[in-house]
């Protein structure tokens, strides 16, 4: 059954080539990989009321799952090289159906290290955005900014399809039921990656025998990817442009997945908000942000990516430094708040990808990869900071202000990036 629907997919007959079968398909992937992680801010007060453990160590636990998403990042590339994107993806929703599956049975602080801290950790570092941007540019050509804003725009979706209804279920049943729920949602998606999923186009027959103009022209080296991983790090790493494109990127993770990804709804709540009501900023958010990074990625194609860069900054920290004195008290304050950060979340994706692709040449993806680790290495920092500020303050006022501080500071390191025609890096 399986072989007959895969032989009858050949929509370049129809001029709908395979490409966006296969976009529709890593779109799926990473925004159940999303939905499952944006879980995590959900779980954090059922978890303190149902074991009894303080905030700064869950904060703890669920850095180390940023921390990891992050960090194998560069070498998810150099796995989807050897072994295929089809491969890769499998084998991280297996991690995210098991850690999640038995995160039902843990008892102790240990297992929810293990659980959420690691294996989530790794499952969903297997599909981060750095995979997207490699089968982006591995199987589109004229339309590559706009499927990379695409995939950007699924972390949004993941918020904006699962919270809203993740926190209903808390509301009604127990969390164990919604990582029932989860985790056959990491199954599922395991079968549709099983029957749909290409590594490259030449895997298709009619692609090769009739190729459309879509598909890019993407070659593989011969080299060993594990090497790639490292020589592109150490060839980086001499270049001032890597250092500001880190910098700024560990901040764009401490503000959003760090901060606001894990401790806004729990600071909505305290606010006296409900989980519910909190879920649904977050959801709203998402909204905006698949049109913001949709947009980021068509703009990406046509302006400088520095000044996007700038100006996506300094939104996101004003509103950040706008946020302490508007939740839980004004409405309006908090939906500004809301459509601003929403509309430049994900965002920064699109122009730092193109900026990696034009100052690092052939070596740009898994030199995003390690900018992507040093970016998740910010959600981790901001995370155990958020969450031990709390411990010792009982708010987020100091938190949030310093985020967005952070932010405008990033907004004009940005800008000390030379033009990519001015200064190519290769091997």
Known sequence: MIRYIQTKLKFNKLNFHYSWVIMLVTFFTLLISSGIRSTSGLLIIPFEQYFGWNRAFISFALAINLALYGLLGPFSVALTNIYGAKRVMIISLILLFLGTYLSSWMQTPVHLTILWGIIIGIGSGLTTQVLGSVIAHRWFSKHKGLVIGIFGASGSAGQLVFLPLFAKLLENHSWKFLIYIISCAALLTCILIFIFMRDKPNNMESLKQDPPKEVSNHVETGDNPFKLVFHSLRTSIHSKEFWLLSISFFVCGASTNGLIGTHFIPACMDCGSTEVYAAGLLSVMGIFDIFGTTLSGLLSDRF????????????????????????????????????????????????????????????????????????????????????????????????????????????????????????????
């Open 304 to 427: 400088d990516n520095r000044w996007l860069l700038f100006w996506y900054y300094s939104l996101r920290g004003f509103s950040l430094i706008l946020l302490p004195f508007v939740i839980g008290s004004s409405h309006l304050g908090i939906d500004i708040f809301v459509i601003f950060y929403g509309l430049d979340w994900v965002a920064t994706v699109p122009p730092t990808v193109r900026l990696c692709n034009d100052i690092f040449k052939e070596n740009g993806n898994m030199v995003f990869g390690w900018i992507m680790a040093i970016h998740q290495l910010g959600s981790a920092v901001a995370t155990i900071y958020g969450g031990t500020l709390y411990t010792l303050t009982g708010n987020y006022i100091i938190t949030f202000i310093s985020g967005g501080l952070f932010c405008l500071l990033a907004s004009f390191i940005v800008l000390r990036l030379n033009s990519p025609q001015k200064k190519i890096i290769t091997t």
